[in-house]
């Protein structure tokens, strides 16, 4: 297994890197306030000139979050962009309907739906009349995929194509865990549904990034709490990465510390490798 060296503050590998892809949920907030040293850490950062880009699995647009971080504090003179999952869902979703309107079944709440704004998109509660599923997550923050199986095995009877527009599977709320769309999107796949997904570890979401870099030859450092996705997204782009680990995967941790046996074994068992671990973000 390669080796994971585990560093106390970012501020010891920082010098090595341009740009920084930085998660969000797990990483910066958990859904409800910032986690502890973020403002620190962004601004020394940005003092050391560096490219700080969000990438999130958020079924969002982009300027719906900034302004999220903005009511937690973060203001924008602290980053350089937000890319989400959402963002590109938008984007793909606008370029396929150029033209073509379909009926649209969207799963997600109510906070979501202006991923559908301005798309050539016609909603329909009829699961026997849809052309096109967006899925940006569950209905309910305390839902399980039970209560999804009747609804998608309707569905699936025409086969539309599902669109998930957030990869993950689970998500810390506050210190709650909640399902997201990635565990409905693969339950549909299961039972024979098409399934197009948007966001990390998917490499869209990275080729935006890329776009919006102007300088070449630069080192970029990816941060994340989930090895699905942000490690695994690190992986398949031969990026450098952190993992912090008490994100969702916070089990690996015992008291104030990272325990490398655990780690070791989660890390064996998925065959996803981080460059460095530290318990939480700090400079």
């Given at each position: 297994?390669?080796t994971v060296k585990e560093i106390k503050e970012?501020?010891?590998?920082?010098?090595?890197?341009?740009?920084?892809?930085?998660?969000?949920?797990?990483?910066?907030?958990?859904?409800?306030?910032?986690?502890?040293?973020?403002?620190?850490?962004?601004?020394?950062?940005?003092?050391?000139?560096?490219?700080?880009?969000?990438?999130?699995?958020?079924?969002?647009?982009?300027?719906?979050?900034?302004?999220?971080?903005?009511?937690?504090?973060?203001?924008?003179?602290?980053?350089?962009?937000?890319?989400?999952?959402?963002?590109?869902?938008?984007?793909?979703?606008?370029?396929?309907?150029?033209?073509?309107?379909?009926?649209?079944?969207?799963?997600?709440?109510?906070?979501?739906?202006?991923?559908?704004?301005?798309?050539?998109?016609?909603?329909?509660?009829?699961?026997?009349?849809?052309?096109?599923?967006?899925?940006?997550?569950?209905?309910?923050?305390?839902?399980?995929?039970?209560?999804?199986?009747?609804?998608?095995?309707?569905?699936?009877?025409?086969n539309p194509l599902m669109v998930c527009s957030?990869?993950?599977?689970?998500?810390?709320?506050?210190?709650?865990?909640?399902?997201?769309?990635?565990?409905?999107?693969?339950?549909?796949?299961?039972?024979?549904?098409?399934?197009?997904?948007?966001?990390?570890?998917?490499?869209?979401?990275?080729?935006?990034?890329?776009?919006?870099?102007?300088?070449?030859?630069?080192?970029?450092?990816?941060?994340?709490?989930?090895?699905?996705?942000?490690?695994?997204?690190?992986?398949?782009?031969?990026?450098?990465?952190?993992?912090?680990?008490?994100?969702?995967?916070?089990?690996?941790?015992?008291?104030?510390?990272?325990?490398?046996?655990?780690?070791?074994?989660?890390?064996?068992?998925?065959?996803?490798?981080?460059t460095f671990y530290t318990r939480e973000l700090?400079?």
């Amino acid at each position: 297994m390669e080796t994971v060296k585990e560093i106390k503050e970012l501020s010891k590998i920082s010098s090595n890197y341009d740009v920084f892809f930085i998660d969000l949920w797990g990483v910066i907030h958990n859904g409800v306030n910032l986690l502890n040293n973020v403002l620190e850490v962004m601004k020394n950062l940005k003092n050391k000139k560096k490219i700080i880009f969000f990438l999130t699995n958020a079924p969002r647009r982009s300027y719906v979050i900034r302004t999220q971080l903005h009511s937690f504090g973060l203001k924008e003179h602290l980053y350089d962009d937000v890319i989400s999952s959402g963002e590109i869902t938008w984007q793909k979703l606008r370029k396929k309907l150029d033209g073509v309107r379909k009926n649209c079944f969207l799963i997600g709440p109510e906070r979501d739906y202006h991923l559908i704004e301005g798309l050539n998109l016609q909603v329909t509660n009829n699961p026997s009349n849809v052309d096109i599923i967006v899925n940006t997550g569950p209905w309910g923050d305390n839902d399980s995929l039970d209560n999804y199986k009747p609804i998608l095995k309707k569905l699936i009877v025409k086969n539309p194509l599902m669109v998930c527009s957030n990869p993950d599977k689970t998500v810390v709320r506050g210190d709650n865990f909640m399902i997201c769309a990635g565990l409905l999107a693969e339950y549909y796949e299961s039972i024979g549904g098409r399934v197009e997904y948007y966001g990390k570890p998917f490499s869209e979401i990275y080729e935006h990034c890329y776009r919006k870099i102007e300088k070449k030859n630069i080192k970029i450092l990816v941060i994340g709490d989930s090895l699905d996705n942000d490690i695994k997204g690190a992986n398949e782009q031969n990026l450098d990465s952190l993992f912090v680990t008490s994100g969702i995967h916070r089990n690996v941790n015992n008291h104030n510390k990272v325990d490398k046996e655990k780690l070791d074994d989660l890390i064996r068992k998925k065959e996803i490798f981080p460059t460095f671990y530290t318990r939480e973000l700090t400079f």
